[in-house]
C-alpha cells in the first residue's frame, strides 16, 4: 500500500496525468487492492518510469520499447506497468480493450487505495459500462473489432468467466465463434499462458464448456477434432469438486509453480483436456510446440501414464521392484496421478481405492522401503569393497539393491554387500 502511495505522489507532484485501468479498478471494486497495477499516462512511458525508478531507489525493466510500456518493480515484490496512451485520449484508448470490465480508468491517488471510501465515490471513467456490467456479472466484448485486433482476447472471455464467475453476454460468445479461427495466429506461449491462468482457478469447467461450444477448443487443440468428449468435461468437474478438500501433501504439491507462473494444478487440468487428444503420444513433443517448459511437460507425460498404469493394474497392485520402478519414474507425480485417474472414473472400485490409497501413503512415507528405499550404499563403497571398477556394472549393482529393498530382502548395510557379492558370482557362473 504504501508503495503504491509513494508512486501516486510523486507522479502527482510532477503535474502528470496518471490513471490505474484495468485489473486494478475492478478488484477495487470488490473491495480488494490490487497486489500488481497498470496505469496509463499520455507522456512516454518508458522515459517517466526510468525516472521514476531512479527517483524511488526501484528496479526499472523496459517492457515493450515498441508499445512504450516499462515497469517499476519494488523491493518488495510489487510492480507497476506504465504505458503512454495507445490513442489520443484515454477514453479513446480504454475503447480499445477486450471487455468492458477491463475498461475502466481511476486517477492513481490515494482514494484509489482507500478502501474506507466506497467504490461509488472513485472518479471512474467508464466509456464503456464496465461498472455496470460488474454488477449485472456479466463478460461484455467491446467490439468485434477489438477482438479481432487481437484474437487473444477471444480466450480471455472465459479466463475471466472461470475467475470471476460472470456470464458472456451471448453477442460475445458469438463473436468468439465467428472468429475463433483466428486464435492460431496468436504466439502459442501467449494461449499457453492464458489458458494456465483459466484452467488455475477453481471454477475453470463451466467456462471450458463454454469455450468449447464456441468452437474456440477445437482451434486451440487441433487434435480435439472432430469432437470433444463429454466425458472429459465430467471428469474436469469431478476433479474440481474433490480438489479443494484434499490433505495439505496434495494441496502443498498443486500449488506448487513450474515454469513461469503456472501451477501443478492448472497443468493437472491440461491432462484431462489432453484425453480427448487421440492422436496424442509423446507429451514433451506437444509440450514443445505448446511452447510449455520441460518441468510441464515431463509432469503431463508423467501424470498420465502414472493413471494409465493404475487403471491397468485393476485389481492387486504389482510385485514390490515394479513399483519401486514406477515411484521412480514418476517422482512427486504419483500424487498428480492418483487425482487423474479419480477424476478420469465416475467411480472407483475398492480394490482401486485400496491401491491410489497405498500408493498415497507410501510416497508420503519417508524411506519407505518401495518408494524411498534408503541409499544403503554408493558406487564408491562398492567399488572399495567388492574391487570392482567404474561401469555401468556399478548402476545396475545399486538399481538391483534397490529392488531387493523394495522387496524387504536387503535392510541394512551389511545385506546390501552380500547381496552384491551374490550377484556378482551368480554372473560369473
Known amino acids: 500500500m504504501h508503495s503504491l502511495i509513494s508512486v501516486a505522489h510523486t507522479i502527482q507532484a510532477w503535474g502528470v496525468t496518471c490513471h490505474a485501468v484495468g485489473g486494478v479498478v475492478r478488484e477495487r471494486f470488490f473491495g480488494r487492492i490490487a497486489e500488481d497495477m497498470d496505469v496509463v499516462v499520455p507522456v512516454p512511458a518508458l522515459k517517466l518510469t526510468k525516472e521514476l525508478a531512479r527517483h524511488l531507489r526501484w528496479a526499472f525493466v523496459p517492457l515493450d520499447t515498441e508499445r512504450d510500456i516499462g515497469r517499476l518493480a519494488a523491493p518488495n515484490g510489487l510492480t507497476v506497468d506504465i504505458a503512454r496512451y495507445t490513442h489520443p485520449t484515454l477514453d479513446a484508448d480504454l475503447r480499445q480493450r477486450d471487455l468492458t470490465i477491463n475498461a475502466m480508468a481511476v486517477p492513481l491517488g490515494e482514494a484509489l487505495l482507500d478502501l474506507n471510501i466506497p467504490f461509488a465515490e472513485l472518479d471512474v471513467v467508464d466509456p464503456c459500462g464496465g461498472v455496470a456490467d460488474l454488477h449485472k456479472r456479466l463478460i461484455r466484448g467491446i467490439s468485434k473489432a477489438n477482438f479481432a485486433a487481437d484474437p487473444l482476447r477471444l480466450l480471455r472471455v472465459f479466463r ?27 504466439a502459442q506461449e501467449r494461449v499457453i499462458y492464458e489458458l494456465e491462468l483459466l484452467l488455475d482457478r477453481p471454477h475453470a469447467a463451466p467456462a471450458m464448456v463454454a469455450a468449447y461450444h464456441s468452437q474456440l477448443l477445437s482451434q486451440l487443440f487441433p487434435p480435439l477434432s472432430p469432437g470433444f468428449p463429454q466425458a472429459v468435461f465430467s471428469a474436469l468437474e469431478r476433479m474440481e469438486s474433490f480438489l479443494p478438500g484434499l490433505s495439505s501433501p496434495f494441496q502443498v504439491y498443486l500449488d506448487e509453480v513450474l515454469s513461469g507462473k503456472r501451477t501443478r494444478r492448472a497443468l493437472l487440468k491440461l491432462a484431462l483436456l489432453l484425453d480427448a487428444c487421440h492422436d496424442l503420444r509423446d507429451c514433451r513433443g506437444w509440450g514443445s510446440t505448446m511452447r510449455l517448459g520441460n518441468r510441464d511437460a515431463l509432469m503431463l507425460e508423467r501424470v498420465r501414464m502414472g493413471a494409465d498404469l493404475i487403471r491397468q493394474w485393476g485389481e492387486q497392485l504389482p510385485a514390490p521392484r515394479v513399483l519401486y520402478h514406477v515411484f521412480q519414474d514418476l517422482q512427486e507425480d504419483v500424487l498428480g496421478a492418483i487425482l487423474l485417474v479419480q477424476a478420469r472414473m465416475s467411480k472407483l472400485s475398492e480394490s482401486e481405492q485400496k491401491i491410489c490409497g497405498w500408493l498415497q501413503a507410501a510416497w508420503l512415507t519417508p524411506e519407505h522401503p518401495v518408494a524411498h528405499p534408503p541409499a544403503l550404499l554408493d558406487g564408491q563403497l562398492l567399488m572399495a569393497e567388492l574391487g570392482l571398477t567404474p561401469g555401468p556394472q556399478i548402476g545396475k549393482l545399486l538399481v538391483a539393491i534397490k529392488e531387493a529393498q523394495a522387496e524387504q530382502l536387503v535392510q541394512t548395510r551389511a545385506e546390501a554387500l552380500a547381496y552384491a557379492t551374490r550377484l556378482l558370482a551368480d554372473n560369473r557362473q
Open 160 to 186: 475471466f468467466m472461470a475467475r470471476l464467475e460472470f456470464t458472456p453476454t451471448p453477442e460475445t460468445l458469438a463473436w468468439v465463434s465467428e472468429l475463433s479461427p483466428s486464435i492460431q495466429q496468436v
